[in-house]
């Protein structure tokens, strides 16, 4: 009680024992989580409904998105984990969240290949412990993801969740947790049109809100993982890296450590060009010690290319939300990066007019807990102060073929910023007499092939009854709910109530890998004495 009074203060941590004393009660508040790139934060809505930070074993707010995987025994997560970088001693697992909805991490980590959301899990599970040093056990969660995230993203989000050992997993938008936030502060009106810009490490996230009455509805959003943080230090990087392959004939980034020495080394230096003309990047080198110089101006340079294509998806969130530059009354800007100098003079040039309201990177976290305490709300009856109107975060379309050419096509199903839950319709055809199944196959994303898309699976409906005649119509049913999660179901005719058809796709995870990873989850943290 001592350690929560000096954090919260005495009146807010009497609350929270008091809460804790009600009959049958497990925890106050489920909690909000933000898996950031290069680090991961959770916290609460304290009894009071302000929410607040969790911190980690050593009193940090943040626990690095790093996983160091060696046997069960010798595992590690976070800063346990960056702390093997020196001796190389175990394989290890950087910026998760990027590769959810791959099918494996980008390299195996010792002998084996692993999911992303079993890699993701286990740092949820060792944030979430940490985490019940200050509140009761937690087993509710809404984990923020990228706006831009489908179907894959969203759903290996939610598996991350259920392998950590969390029983309900929610999800919410990680630019509509910002903007819940911000509005959550003492004297800001909900009011007027605002635009969410979230350059974090990983990725740039955009989003348009409108405001009316008691509802806050999104018109539009986009991102990209291509144009995040780290994309502005690779342009260091590789600058860094080409003169020590020209004047030495070392090249860092073909070495683990070295590598990510050199990462490092280079993300300060962006930092310190935020505040500083010029920054230098020290580097061991054999048995010497380089340093680079870099000028503000030579940075900026660099990254010209990067900053067209932020002002581009920028500008087409803009133009899809039907808005000018002039109808931006407030820009919500978030994350790390976002505070570069070129950055904000680009928003300059796109959106001059609007005011700039700058939120630190806590934000994610903090509205994923407000996201997380309007829903149990909901669940319970009670009234929330306003509601969201979301839309979908890409485009779901069917494969199908060009009948001129016989080439696969992408056939478009649910559009990109389509209004959430929504439900769509297709009706297919028997193909011959005494059909016994139909196939369809999935895909997600803006490209016109299905080859630029990504695969979400194949639905097979295998009840057609026994005699169906050629041409006989078959109805599919696709639905994306608030969660922005895709089901699908089948039926024969207007009459007949339809069934779930799964989505199986190669190498997706079934219940059972789920299960299977979720007790490997348990035994390392227990077995590596994090649990």
């Known amino acids: ?49 302000v929410p607040k930070l969790l911190a980690t074993h050593d009193g940090s707010v943040e626990t690095p998105s790093t996983v160091a995987i060696d046997g069960h025994m010798n595992s590690a ?109 003492d004297g800001v009106s909900r009011a007027g049109k605002d635009l969410v810009v979230d350059l974090g490490a990983g990725k740039l996230d955009v989003m348009a809100i409108e405001h009316s009455k008691d509802t806050s509805s999104v018109k539009s959003s986009d991102g990209s993982e291509g144009l995040g943080g780290n994309a502005f230090d690779k342009t260091i990087v590789d600058m860094v890296a080409d003169g020590l392959k020209s004047g030495y004939g070392v090249d860092p980034r073909e070495n683990d450590r070295e590598c990510v020495m050199l990462w490092q080394g280079c993300e300060i230096a962006k930092r310190e060009l935020t505040e500083n003309e010029q920054a230098s990047i020290r580097l061991a080198v054999g048995a010497q010690t380089i340093k680079a110089q870099l000028t503000r101006n030579k940075f900026e340079g660099l990254c010209d290319a990067l900053l067209v294509r932020c002002g581009e998806l920028i500008e087409g969130v803009l133009k899809r939300a039907k808005w000018n530059a002039a109808d931006v009354d407030r820009i919500l800007l978030c994350g790390g990066a976002s505070q570069m100098p070129m950055f904000r003079r680009m928003l300059d040039k796109i ?28 669940q319970q009856g009670d009234n929330v102060p306003y509601k969201w ?89 696709f639905r994306i709910d608030r969660n922005g999660r895709l089901s699908v179901s089948v039926g024969m005719d207007d009459e007949e109530k339809p069934v779930p058809v799964p989505l199986v796709r190669d190498h997706g995870m079934s219940g059972a890998d789920i299960y299977k990873w979720k007790e490997w989850v348990e035994t390392v943290m227990l077995c590596s004495g994090m649990g």
């Open 389 to 477: 109107e979301l839309v979908t975060g890409c485009t779901v379309s069917i494969v199908g073929k060009n009948v001129k050419t016989n080439e696969p096509v992408a056939v478009k199903l649910i559009p990109i910023n389509t209004s959430v839950p929504i439900r769509a319709r297709k009706v297919f055809e028997t193909f011959q007499n005494n059909q016994r199944s139909f196939e369809i196959q999935l895909i997600e994303g803006e490209g016109n092939t299905p080859a630029t898309c990504m695969d979400l699976g194949k639905c097979t409906y295998t009840d057609i009854p026994e005699g169906t005649k050629a041409n006989t119509a078959i109805s599919f049913q």
């Open 1 to 49: 009680l001592a350690d929560l009074q000096e954090e919260h203060g005495d009146e807010e941590a009497g609350g929270f024992f008091s809460g804790l004393r009600a009959p049958g009660r497990v925890q106050t508040f489920p909690v909000g989580i933000d898996i950031g790139t290069s680090g991961t934060r959770i916290a609460w809505s304290n009894t009071n409904g």
């Open 77 to 185: 997560v976070g800063e346990f984990a960056l702390s093997r970088l020196a001796d190389r001693s175990a394989p290890m697992a950087f910026h998760l969240k990027k590769h959810l909805g791959a099918t494996y991490y980008p390299s195996p980590l010792g002998d084996e290949s692993y999911h992303p959301e079993v890699l993701a899990g286990l740092l949820i599970a060792k944030a979430v412990m940490d985490a019940e040093r200050t509140i009761p056990t937690v087993k509710r969660a809404v984990i923020a993801v990228p706006s831009y995230f489908g179907e894959r993203g969203r759903q290996a989000a939610q598996h991350a969740g259920v392998i950590a050992g969390l029983e309900t997993v929610d999800l919410v938008a990680e630019p509509v947790a910002v903007a819940s936030y911000y509005y959550q502060q």
């Open 351 to 378: 959106v001059g007019e609007a005011e700039v309201v700058p939120l630190d990177q806590n934000a994610v976290a903090l509205g994923a807990a407000i996201h997380a305490g309007h829903r149990r709300a909901m």
